[in-house]
């Protein structure tokens, strides 16, 4: 009887287990993916090229950089100096920044601007794939290898690879699944809070898109 129990009791935590690795799967490897592409395109730090094109090498970067002084201390979120003769700085975090994960800047030095992005770019793809995964799985639908299949394909998509230059819509790619989910789980049992928090960080992470 005792080990009986023990059997029974044991089942739930291996299948917790179970699960939890399932998601890290779902995330690693479309990260490992986009990472294994910068290393075959030749992109920094595997080669000389960059992934600072179009409006991400013209202002984007500087917007970040910015940023990381915010963090440190060594200047202001609501007016900036360095904006010709000076500009309101809010503005611009709230449209271009105020993601959670660009607050990854913070933990670089300043001229390694370019490795804090291609980590925050790399953690983004990895988070839309384990989204999709988990959205799949709240509703039991294909099999765990088949949620990464599809979380995979879902991070690297067109939209999710060729909008990497505009970071903070990519955003909105992972959310979108939990959003989702909150929508249904307000329908189905009248529960609110699920959608209510998601599409809160969603909104201030970019309102605009």
């Not at 913070?106 to 291609?118: G, K, R, S, T, V």
């Not at 765990?144 to 067109?158: D, E, H, K, T």
Request: net charge positive.
């Amino acid at each position: 009887m005792n080990s009986q129990l023990t059997l029974e009791s044991a089942r739930p935590l291996s299948r917790r287990k179970g699960k939890r690795g399932y998601l890290a799967a779902a995330f690693f490897i479309p990260a490992l993916i986009l990472a294994a592409a910068y290393f075959a395109f030749g992109v920094y730090p595997f080669g000389k090229e960059s992934v600072l094109v179009l409006d991400l090498n013209a202002q984007y970067v500087y917007f970040f950089g910015a940023l990381r002084r915010v963090l440190h201390g060594d200047a202001s979120l609501i007016y900036s100096f360095s904006r010709a003769l000076g500009g309101e700085f809010l503005g611009i975090f709230a449209y271009y920044l105020a993601s959670p994960l660009s607050f990854i800047v913070a933990l670089f030095p300043e001229d390694m601007i370019l490795d804090a992005l291609l980590l925050m770019f790399t953690v983004k793809c990895g988070l839309c794939s384990l989204t999709l995964a988990y959205y799949l799985d709240s509703h039991r639908i294909g099999t765990p290898q088949s949620r990464i299949v599809f979380g995979a394909l879902y991070a690297l998509c067109g939209y999710g690879t060729i909008y990497q230059h505009n970071t903070m819509w990519i955003d909105e790619l992972i959310y979108l699944r939990i959003v989702s989910y909150g929508i249904e789980k307000l329908i189905k049992t009248g529960r609110f809070s699920t959608y209510v928090i998601a599409f809160s960080i969603t909104l201030m992470s970019n309102y605009y898109i």
